[in-house]
């Protein structure tokens, strides 16, 4: 049932691609979390609007949608912009960047609501003694706020990581060879679509069960001596 005819490594190949895809994405993902937090907590209006345009749209568009407009939409437009100045050579955009891009800026949208309210949770108490003892916003943020943030915001972290570790077989639909991608290539060679297909979910849901005990773990570390009610 699972001889793999040779295309064994297309699955590790597969899977090696799709952790680095994964890894880049989240760290877009925190990025735009933490931007998207801070705007919506913002003193102004205007970064507060922007914020929940980002949150609202990002969130109401399917992802796959998406990945496809910023792909193709984006080779378009940046073809239009060239030829406005004189450039007629094709352009195209990497696959791969287009990939990380977009799925980091998708779930950066689900991880600005961790964030927005792992800040709120950090207790108004603190930050008050804080501005007893003469800091700024600048220190309080760098110095109370932030340091705290995570320890709030690693259980809403872990599941939009998993949940992007998955997303990242959207990437095989605009050629980006990850684990869907590669299990789809050597599965017609050797018309073993079960072998290779049921591999990959295996060590989809291997990379799972590794993320979930390391989320477990992170919130045990991050709560070490913290006292309960």
């Not at 679509?193 to 992170?218: K, M």
Request: with cysteine.
């Amino acid at each position: 049932m699972f001889d793999y005819k040779g295309y064994g490594h297309f699955l590790i190949e597969g899977a090696q691609m799709t952790i680095i895809v994964a890894v880049l994405a989240m760290l877009l993902t925190v990025a735009m979390g933490l931007i998207g937090a801070l705007g919506k907590l913002s003193r102004f209006r205007w970064a507060r609007i922007l914020a929940d345009l980002y949150t609202t749209i990002i969130r109401g568009v399917p992802e796959l949608v998406l990945l496809l407009l910023i792909y193709y939409g984006g080779t378009v437009l940046l073809q239009h912009l060239a030829s406005l100045f004189g450039r007629e050579e094709p352009i195209d955009i990497n696959a791969f960047v287009a990939g990380v891009l977009v799925i980091g800026f998708i779930y950066g949208a689900y991880a600005t609501e961790t964030f927005r309210g792992a800040f709120q949770a950090v207790p108004k108490g603190q930050i008050e003694a804080a501005m007893a003892c003469g800091m700024n916003r600048r220190q309080i943020f760098w110095r109370i706020r932030l340091p705290q943030v995570w320890r709030f915001a690693i259980p809403g972290l872990g599941n939009v990581w998993l949940v992007l570790l998955k997303a990242t077989s959207l990437m095989s639909v605009i050629g980006v060879e990850e684990l869907t991608r590669k299990a789809d290539l050597a599965k017609a060679p050797t018309r073993e679509p079960f072998t290779f297909f049921i591999s990959a979910a295996f060590i989809y849901l291997v990379f799972t069960a590794i993320s979930d005990f390391g989320r477990h773990w992170a919130e045990k570390r991050a709560n070490v001596g913290v006292r309960r009610a």
